[in-house]
């Protein structure tokens, strides 16, 4: 096997993996632990509903990613879609993003959100930068928007409570509105969608489609095929049967965590930073649905802590082939990370869907499957940025390009793997020649 190895491995054949790939063109093997493309961006099919792995909503901003998905997809064939997401809480349902849109809501709420954002806005002292994320939500959106909405649902969506989740992330995810945003909003007047992801792409079967148009036009994976270990000092993979195989670049794509711990005799203090990277795991429902959507949205947030999911999406208003004819699919975000007891939990969950306006009775659900995603969300912790500032440099040395959503331990979309394994495949031909 030695004398035939490329000199470039990739280990993952996620969007990061496949972009890596088609951008090597050759001269690399890519290996996948199981036995299809996609990572994250795969579809489920079950009795004729599809579900993908919660939503995933594509993207484009990047020229050269868009030219390529020019040629991976023929014209019109994804689906150009007007982001309708809102938010449910106190029995009512806003637009989002919750800040600037008040309106609707019980008039002490809405009050308690304006009159704190407002002294927010009037404050005169100076204040120090946030050092945390709930932090940068009492400084941008007062006490109000902060107690109603940022940080119940932050919580539930990260998994821990957004004072300990630094506040440097934010400013791309987390839409800042302006005060006539605000105004407008808390009257019923704004009529614009806030925020980074106001339309989106989605092809008709779902997202699967995405990695498989990839797949369809690279060397075909490895799959089921994945080292146990690295040896960084001999740069050869171990494998499960103990056979070798060398590389000169490794483009890895599996998570930072599991790449580290699985470095042969790795320094301690790389050793260590490894061990306090944290992520979320998460748990969400597959949901069938014998009628169709009664809402007409794609996703709703949902802060309030009596409901035991804090976002529910409509997959078949993503796409109407995401279900037979007359039915819809959901995702439930649950905000509970331990495995969900579907016993107790379907009804809980169906009855609040009830309450949502989503299905009319309980009897319209026709299953629900639970799902769990182990790495789901990197936590931005205090111990973030100086554990990668220890572990980058070192995997660097190595040859070692760890790349993607989880290879990189960041928080970020599809079309950002399709350009982290572009660049990856840069960085790797930089190191072969
Ligand atoms: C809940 C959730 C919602 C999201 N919603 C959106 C959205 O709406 N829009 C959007 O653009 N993005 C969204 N994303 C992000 C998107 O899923 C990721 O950015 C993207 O799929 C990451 O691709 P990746 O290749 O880096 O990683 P992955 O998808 O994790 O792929 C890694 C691959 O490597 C394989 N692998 C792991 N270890 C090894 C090993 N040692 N050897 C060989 N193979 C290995 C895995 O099996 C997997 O196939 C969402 C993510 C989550 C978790």
């Given at each position: 096997?030695?004398?035939?190895?490329?000199?470039?491995?990739?280990?993952?054949?996620?969007?990061?993996?496949?972009?890596?790939?088609?951008?090597?063109?050759?001269?690399?093997?890519?290996?996948e632990r199981l036995g299809h493309v996609g990572g994250h961006a795969i579809t489920l099919a079950e009795g004729g509903y599809r579900f993908d792995r919660t939503g995933h909503l594509l993207h484009l901003r990047d020229p050269g990613i868009k030219a390529w998905m020019a040629e991976v997809f023929d014209e019109g064939y994804l689906l150009k879609v007007q982001r309708k997401s809102e938010v449910f809480s106190h029995g009512r349902y806003t637009r989002y993003p919750y800040q600037a849109n008040t309106f609707g809501l019980p008039p002490e709420v809405a009050y308690e959100c304006l009159q704190g954002y407002l002294a927010t806005r009037l404050r005169t002292e100076p204040v120090a930068p946030p050092t945390n994320f709930e932090e940068f939500c009492l400084q941008n959106f007062g006490e109000g928007f902060s107690k109603h909405f940022m940080i119940p649902y932050n919580s539930r969506l990260w998994g821990v409570h957004p004072s300990e989740i630094t506040a440097a992330w934010c400013s791309r995810f987390v839409p800042l509105p302006k005060l006539d945003d605000v105004i407008a909003g808390a009257v019923g007047l704004?009529?614009?969608?806030?925020?980074?992801?106001?339309?989106?792409?989605?092809?008709?079967?779902?997202?699967?489609?995405?990695?498989e148009r990839i797949a369809e036009r690279v060397k075909a994976p490895?799959?089921?095929?994945?080292?146990?270990?690295?040896?960084?000092?001999?740069?050869?993979?171990?494998?499960?049967?103990?056979?070798?195989?060398?590389?000169?670049?490794?483009?890895t794509t599996a998570p930072l965590k599991s790449l580290v711990a699985s470095l042969v005799d790795a320094p301690e203090a790389v050793r260590v930073a490894g061990e306090k990277l944290r992520c979320t795991k998460l748990w969400y429902l597959d949901v069938a649905a014998r009628a169709p959507c009664r809402r007409d949205i794609h996703w709703a947030y949902v802060p309030e802590e009596k409901y035991p999911f804090y976002r529910v999406g409509v997959y078949s208003h993503f796409s109407p082939q995401m279900a037979p004819p007359g039915g819809s699919s959901y995702y439930v975000e649950l905000a509970s990370r331990e495995a969900p007891d579907l016993e107790t939990l379907g009804p809980e969950v169906a009855r609040g869907m009830v309450e949502m306006g989503l299905v009319a009775s309980v009897d319209e659900i026709e299953f629900m499957r639970a799902r769990c995603i182990e790495y789901a969300y990197v936590i931005f912790?205090?111990?973030?940025?100086?554990?990668?500032?220890?572990?980058?440099?070192?995997?660097?040395?190595q040859g070692i390009i760890s790349a993607g959503r989880y290879g990189g331990w960041n928080y970020s979309a599809m079309e950002d793997a399709l350009i982290f394994g572009r660049a990856a495949a840069q960085e790797a031909r930089e190191i072969v020649k």
């Amino acid at each position: 096997m030695a004398g035939t190895t490329p000199p470039i491995t990739i280990l993952g054949a996620g969007l990061t993996g496949l972009s890596a790939a088609h951008h090597l063109g050759d001269d690399f093997q890519l290996l996948e632990r199981l036995g299809h493309v996609g990572g994250h961006a795969i579809t489920l099919a079950e009795g004729g509903y599809r579900f993908d792995r919660t939503g995933h909503l594509l993207h484009l901003r990047d020229p050269g990613i868009k030219a390529w998905m020019a040629e991976v997809f023929d014209e019109g064939y994804l689906l150009k879609v007007q982001r309708k997401s809102e938010v449910f809480s106190h029995g009512r349902y806003t637009r989002y993003p919750y800040q600037a849109n008040t309106f609707g809501l019980p008039p002490e709420v809405a009050y308690e959100c304006l009159q704190g954002y407002l002294a927010t806005r009037l404050r005169t002292e100076p204040v120090a930068p946030p050092t945390n994320f709930e932090e940068f939500c009492l400084q941008n959106f007062g006490e109000g928007f902060s107690k109603h909405f940022m940080i119940p649902y932050n919580s539930r969506l990260w998994g821990v409570h957004p004072s300990e989740i630094t506040a440097a992330w934010c400013s791309r995810f987390v839409p800042l509105p302006k005060l006539d945003d605000v105004i407008a909003g808390a009257v019923g007047l704004n009529d614009r969608e806030l925020g980074y992801n106001t339309n989106f792409l989605y092809p008709p079967t779902g997202i699967h489609a995405l990695p498989e148009r990839i797949a369809e036009r690279v060397k075909a994976p490895r799959f089921h095929t994945a080292p146990t270990a690295i040896d960084w000092r001999r740069r050869e993979m171990v494998f499960e049967d103990n056979h070798r195989e060398p590389y000169r670049a490794l483009i890895t794509t599996a998570p930072l965590k599991s790449l580290v711990a699985s470095l042969v005799d790795a320094p301690e203090a790389v050793r260590v930073a490894g061990e306090k990277l944290r992520c979320t795991k998460l748990w969400y429902l597959d949901v069938a649905a014998r009628a169709p959507c009664r809402r007409d949205i794609h996703w709703a947030y949902v802060p309030e802590e009596k409901y035991p999911f804090y976002r529910v999406g409509v997959y078949s208003h993503f796409s109407p082939q995401m279900a037979p004819p007359g039915g819809s699919s959901y995702y439930v975000e649950l905000a509970s990370r331990e495995a969900p007891d579907l016993e107790t939990l379907g009804p809980e969950v169906a009855r609040g869907m009830v309450e949502m306006g989503l299905v009319a009775s309980v009897d319209e659900i026709e299953f629900m499957r639970a799902r769990c995603i182990e790495y789901a969300y990197v936590i931005f912790d205090h111990n973030f940025y100086s554990s990668l500032e220890i572990i980058r440099p070192f995997l660097q040395e190595q040859g070692i390009i760890s790349a993607g959503r989880y290879g990189g331990w960041n928080y970020s979309a599809m079309e950002d793997a399709l350009i982290f394994g572009r660049a990856a495949a840069q960085e790797a031909r930089e190191i072969v020649k």
